[in-house]
């Protein structure tokens, strides 16, 4: 069966191992890959991974350009079509739906926003500007959702916040990451599942989602509306098929997790 993993990340080779130590410290997570983009190819085949989107955060305006320059770089022939990059476009960039719009013309499939990075709570006016222009272009807009180690008291990305957002922006192509919010997921069965949204099943297990409560939510979520994603370097993707691979949902459940969903939502096939 073909897999998509929909949450990946690295690094241009000269920040990488900066880049890792600094985060790996803050998560105290051991990395699967080196953090580049040719690491993250190795890992793909060790796993039986076939395409991965790669999601860019720029985590302050300076950095927006560089950060995105970067994720069309992943376009390059020596990665075989295999990586899609997401783009990263920052709350203080003045000029968001110009730099969105560019970002479509080079030929970018979604963004990845990470409110605990920039500050920013989910649901506040300075995301307003990402969203409307998110809509108005039909782009997945990729955020993490729920508890995050660097900012460990203060959770920016919510599920009722998140639940607010989708009824804002109605038709918006918002996925909320880690099943919805790390962490949250009582939360998420509440205000999340059922809903217009999708969700990533990236480093649930790591974080001890039980089989019954992903299961629960799975259940009361459109079938169409979850996809695989494993956050490496900070997860096996491997690990990560087998804990689905577990739940025992069946070959239909387990094509549209693995693939089929990703597939419509990047508009790379029809479902
Ligand atoms: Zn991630």
Redesign the pocket.
């Known amino acids: 069966m073909r897999i998509i993993d929909f949450?990946t990340?690295c690094f241009p080779p000269h920040l990488a191992p900066k880049a890792l130590s600094k985060l790996s410290e803050n998560i105290h997570i051991k990395p699967e890959y080196d953090g580049t983009a040719e690491g993250l190819i190795k890992k793909m085949d060790a796993c039986g991974i076939d395409k991965s989107v790669v999601?860019n955060i720029a985590t302050n305006y300076r950095q927006e350009s560089k950060v995105n320059a970067f994720a069309m770089s992943l376009f390059g022939e020596e990665y075989g079509g295999r990586l899609i990059p997401f783009g990263s476009v920052h709350p203080d960039n003045p000029n968001i739906r110009e730099t969105i719009k560019t970002l479509i013309d080079g030929g970018i499939k979604g963004i990845k926003i990470h409110p605990d990075y920039t500050g920013n709570m989910v649901d506040s006016d300075e995301l307003k500007p990402i969203f409307a222009a998110c809509c108005e272009f039909g782009l997945p807009i990729a955020i993490?959702a729920g508890w995050d180690p660097v900012s460990s008291t203060l959770i920016h990305a919510t599920p009722d916040k998140i639940a607010k957002v989708i009824r804002e922006y109605p038709g918006l192509r918002l996925v909320a990451?880690h099943m919805g919010g790390t962490l949250q997921w009582e939360d998420v069965l509440r205000h999340l599942a059922g809903k217009d949204v999708w969700f990533d099943i990236?480093?649930v297990y790591e974080y001890g989602l039980a089989p019954t409560l992903i299961c629960a939510i799975i259940d009361a979520h459109p079938k169409d509306k979850i996809v695989f994603g494993s956050?490496g370097p900070?997860s096996c993707p491997a690990k990560a098929a087998d804990y689905i691979r577990s739940l025992g949902l069946g070959r239909d459940m387990e094509e549209r997790i693995f693939y089929k969903n990703a597939e419509a939502l990047l508009g790379l096939t029809t479902v």
Request: hydrophobic residues 45%.
């Open positions: 949450h990340h999601l993490h990451a990236s480093i956050d900070w």
